[in-house]
Every structure is written in C-alpha cells, then in structure tokens.
C-alpha cells in the first residue's frame, strides 16, 4: 500500500501519456495522492481537464504561474512529495534531466528537488538507441535516479524494439519498491565493484576476470531492502543497478579516491577485484615495438583500499565486509586475510576455474566472521546478496 505516499507525477509529451492516466487511478487505488504536472508537450497528448479530474487536484502546467506560485512555490511542490515520477519520460526530458536544464516547470522541479526520481522512459527504439540518449541515461544513473523499462515490443510508430514505456502495474510495482521502508531506510552503503584497469599506456591495460556480478547484485539487494547506495565500480561486464549512486572509475587509485569520498557510511561492501599492482611508470604515448628487445614493466604496488579503510580510526564504516578469492585452502587463506585487513567480515569463495564462479551466475561463499566459518549453499549471485543484505541489516539496524 501507498498510504500517505505523496506523488508527484510528471506527464511527458509522448503516446504513452494516456498509459498515465491509468496510473493516476491506480496509485489511488493504493492510497496515494498524486499531484499532476503536464508539460506543454504532454498536452499534445492528454489533456489538462482529464488530468486534474483523475486525480482530484488542478494540474501544474506553467512555470510562471502565479496563482499556483502564491498556493505553492515551485520548490516546495517538488519537495513536498515523497517522490518524483516522471512518465512518460521522453528523450528531450531526461536530456534535461542530464544536463541541469530548467526552462519549464517540469525541469525546474526535477533540478529543484532532493527528493528521489524514478522515471519511465518512453521513445522511438532509435531514439533510445542513439548514443546521445545513452548518454544521458547512464548520467542519470549516476545521479541516482530510478528506471523502470522501457519494455520491447511493438511501438506506436511502427518499429520494434526497447522503447515501450513500463505498464501501470509495472510502474507502481518500482514506486513501492521505492517507497517501501525496509531495514536499511536511512542507512548510507558503500559497495566497491568490478575488476580494475590498470594503464601500460594510453591504450594498453592490466585487468582481471572480474564480471561485477557480485557487486552488482549487492548493490541491488542494499537498494532493495532501502539503503542509500554509493556504489563504485571499476569497467565491469554487467551494467550497473539502478537507484544506486554509481561512481566509475578505472584504476586501483581512483577506486580508492572513490572510496574516500564516499565516507562516511553506515557499512562498506568492498566486492571489487582490485588490482593488487599498477605499472609504475605508465607511458603517456603508445609504446612502440623497438630493435632494443622486449620492453620491461616495472610494477608499484596499488593501495589496499580494504585495509586502509579497515583500519581507519576516523569515518571507519560501521561494518567492514571483504571479499576474498581464493584457488586453495579457502577458509584458512581467507581467515587470514580477515584479519590481515582487519575488516569485521570476509565473504569468501572459490574462485579456480573448475567452479564456474568466476564471469559465471552462482557462488558458493564462506562468511567468515567473529563467530567462525560459515559455509552457505552454492546458490544465484542475486541470492548471495539478498541473504547478505539482509545479514548486514541485522548487523548494523537500529
Ligand atoms: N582489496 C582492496 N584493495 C586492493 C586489493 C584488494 O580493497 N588493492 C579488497 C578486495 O575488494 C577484497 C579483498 O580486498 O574485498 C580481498 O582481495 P584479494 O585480492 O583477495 O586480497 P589480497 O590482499 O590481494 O590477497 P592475495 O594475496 O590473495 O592476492
């Protein structure tokens, strides 16, 4: 239910604007009170009449509105609310959303707020497709704010593919995701994941197998039961959540930059495979092939952002939690590690090639902790992380 929720619904100017009407209707029928903004290109599509009577409430359609300024300023109508949604969210609106624009009412309360976004995008494929737009949505993402779809199929225009604005149902479904307090409301978690890269040269690197999967699905699984999420990541395979604050970076020091900057947090998840060497002296021009003989790389060793944050007696996170790979006698090599780094857990696995674990879709994880070793069931990435989440809630709630 969505009792109390106040929503603020903005109506882009697309063919999906009737599937918003719906929405209104739907989110009341969950308890919701949604207060209507339709752009000037949403009245293209709905009008204001049909709007305001769905939900109750006169539409907010201009900027300088002064009546509606004397009720309500713009800022506090977009503060007010528990949270934004943006449906449909065409190309032009997240463009704006990306760039900071506010030359109407609907991008001027989206820059104004502090309050969470989540937005259902809606547009041609090829217009979902294009760089720019791609752009812009992993901007966006990086801003934090939440999607939901757009679906395949069968569009208005006559093609095919991803651009379907996400069903009501959909909708509501990700609005009471977001909405729902869970145990980890109000707590500020860090997830570092994904492999690093590591500059030979401008176009060489050292890297490692790391997918992100893991750090991926943690990041998901905080997110899921409520947590801020700060989640930085090295170029990894699978693409990052959403509803998470990503920070990507390349090598080992700008993680560990990352990191920093991140503090403090209520608990720190370092799931990255981080290089443990960088070469000391990267070349700023490509290398070239020479008559000298092979070239020789020098190594510097990479900072343990795990130890170094684990044994912080300022801004230490409540909880620290490892990851430890291992190809041999996992648990002893990872109790050590545990308390090597002095972090309060170690989630441990094993990583030769025989398992399938490392790039695959399950794990098998040990937690090691104060009370000992803990074998958990080979079992889905996603799994791993929701039963940790939970475990870190109870850990570090109330
Ligand atoms: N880690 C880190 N910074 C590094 C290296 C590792 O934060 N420079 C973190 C990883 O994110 C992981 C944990 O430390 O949580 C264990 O990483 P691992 O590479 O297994 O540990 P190492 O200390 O490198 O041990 P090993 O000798 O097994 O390589």
């Not at 812009?136 to 993402?141: F, M, R, S």
């Not at 899921?224 to 090295?234: S, Y």
């Not at 909880?319 to 050590?336: C, K, P, R, S, Y």
Request: charged share 20%; glycine share 8%.
């Amino acid at each position: 239910m969505l009792a109390d929720k106040h929503i603020l619904l903005i109506i882009g100017g697309g063919i999906a604007a009737y599937k918003s009407l719906e929405l209104i209707r739907r989110l009341q029928d969950q308890g919701a009170r949604v207060t209507p903004v339709l752009t000037k290109a949403g009245e293209e599509f709905v009008t204001p009449l049909s709007v305001s009577a769905l939900a109750g409430f006169a539409v907010h359609r201009d900027l300088f509105d002064l009546t509606s300024e004397a009720e309500m300023g713009h800022i506090q109508l977009s503060r007010s609310a528990d949270l934004l949604v943006v449906a449909p969210a065409t190309a032009d609106l997240m463009a704006k959303m990306a760039q900071g624009l506010a030359n109407d009412l609907a991008s001027t309360l989206l820059l104004a707020t502090d309050t969470p976004v989540l937005v259902a995008p809606a547009m041609n494929v090829r217009m979902w497709d294009h760089p720019a737009t791609q752009r812009n949505i992993a901007t966006l993402k990086a801003d934090g704010i939440g999607f939901v779809g757009p679906n395949e199929g069968a569009m208005a225009c006559g093609e095919f593919g991803p651009g379907r604005m996400a069903e009501p149902d959909e909708i509501v479904a990700a609005i009471r995701t977001r909405l729902t307090d869970g145990p980890l409301t109000g707590k500020r978690i860090l997830v570092t994941s994904g492999p690093t890269h590591e500059p030979i040269d401008p176009v060489r690197y050292i890297a490692n197998r790391s997918s992100g999967a893991q750090g991926t699905a943690v990041a998901a699984a905080m997110r899921d039961l409520g947590a801020e999420v700060i989640f930085v990541t090295g170029p990894a395979e699978v693409p990052p959540p959403d509803g998470v604050h990503v920070v990507p970076v390349q090598s080992a020091q700008e993680m560990s930059d990352a990191v920093d900057a991140a503090l403090p947090v209520d608990a720190g998840v370092f799931a990255a495979a981080v290089a443990d060497w960088r070469v000391a002296s990267a070349s700023d021009k490509k290398l070239k092939k020479s008559r000298d003989g092979l070239p020789t790389l020098e190594f510097a060793e990479n900072p343990d952002i795990l130890k170094r944050i684990a044994h912080m007696t300022e801004n230490r996170p409540g909880l620290v939690v490892g990851f430890a790979a291992e190809t041999d006698d996992v648990i002893n090599h990872a109790t050590a590690k545990r308390q090597r780094k002095s972090c309060d857990w170690i989630v441990a696995n094993d990583v030769s090639p025989a398992t399938g674990i490392m790039g695959g879709s399950e794990n098998a994880v040990i937690l090691i902790s104060d009370h000992g070793a803990e074998e958990w069931p080979r079992m889905s990435k996603e799994d791993v992380a929701r039963q940790l989440a939970q475990r870190i809630a109870h850990a570090i709630a109330g």
